[in-house]
T-cell receptor, first 113, second 109 residues
């Protein structure tokens, strides 16, 4: 079955800690994305990548970092510089560009203790 | 500035009671619009892509329509399993996608 997996499903972070969220896809898609979802708000783009070893900042990149060493993988690190990291994080992928249909993973809920 | 507004924020219907969800937007050079369904605690699931005014797409009890300034998601004779949050996401000529905050739909048996 092709799809997008995210892990873990739930993640708890202490203040001052960096944490990494995993995103893997086996759809052979070139483009991958990270979004943040807060209650009552639309999805906001954190980072996106259209090709291996290249990525661009989205609207709310401060306090986050990514890497794209393999086509299938696009991990997101939430650093201690992110002041309000508690949210639901969604990874997505599309064939090539952001206006191709984006397919989403199941999400990771991050809570700061 | 590009904006999208979905209304109502929440809608409660009786099973079988048809209604429509609205997505209105101001987008520079609209190129298309996505509709997604999202269940609580899960990722959005793709429903439709619309590209031009006048276009309509259907899937089971759902029909999406598009005009120059808004899109509607019509739900006909809904069932409890249609309960979810429905998200719209138009995109501009600059290929920037904007997600709405969604309409939370609840269908009572």
């Amino acid at each position: 079955d092709g799809g997008i997996t995210q892990s873990p499903k739930y993640l708890f972070r202490k203040e001052g800690q960096n944490v990494t969220l995993s995103c893997e896809q086996n759809l052979n898609h070139d483009a991958m994305y990270w979004y943040r979802q807060d209650p009552g708000q639309g999805l906001r783009l954190i980072y996106y990548s259209q090709i291996v070893n290249d990525f661009q900042k989205g609207d709310i990149a401060e306090g986050y970092s990514v890497s794209r060493e393999k086509k299938e993988s696009f991990p997101l690190t939430v650093t201690s510089a992110q002041k309000n990291p508690t949210a639901f994080y969604l990874c997505a992928s599309s064939i090539q560009s952001s206006t191709d249909t984006q397919y989403f993973g199941p999400g990771t809920r991050l809570t700061v203790l | 500035e590009d904006q999208v507004t979905q209304s109502p924020e929440a809608l409660r219907l009786q099973e079988g009671e048809s209604s429509s969800l609205n997505c209105s937007y101001t987008v520079s050079g609209l190129r298309g619009l996505f509709w997604y369904r999202q269940d609580p605690g899960k990722g959005p699931e793709f429903l439709f892509t619309l590209y031009s005014a006048g276009e309509e797409k259907e899937k089971e009890r759902l029909k999406a329509t598009l005009t120059k300034k808004e899109s509607f998601l019509h739900i006909t004779a809904p069932k409890p399993e249609d309960s979810a949050t429905y998200l719209c996401a138009p995109w501009s000529s600059a290929s920037k996608i904007i997600f709405g905050s969604g309409t939370r739909l609840s269908i009572r048996p």
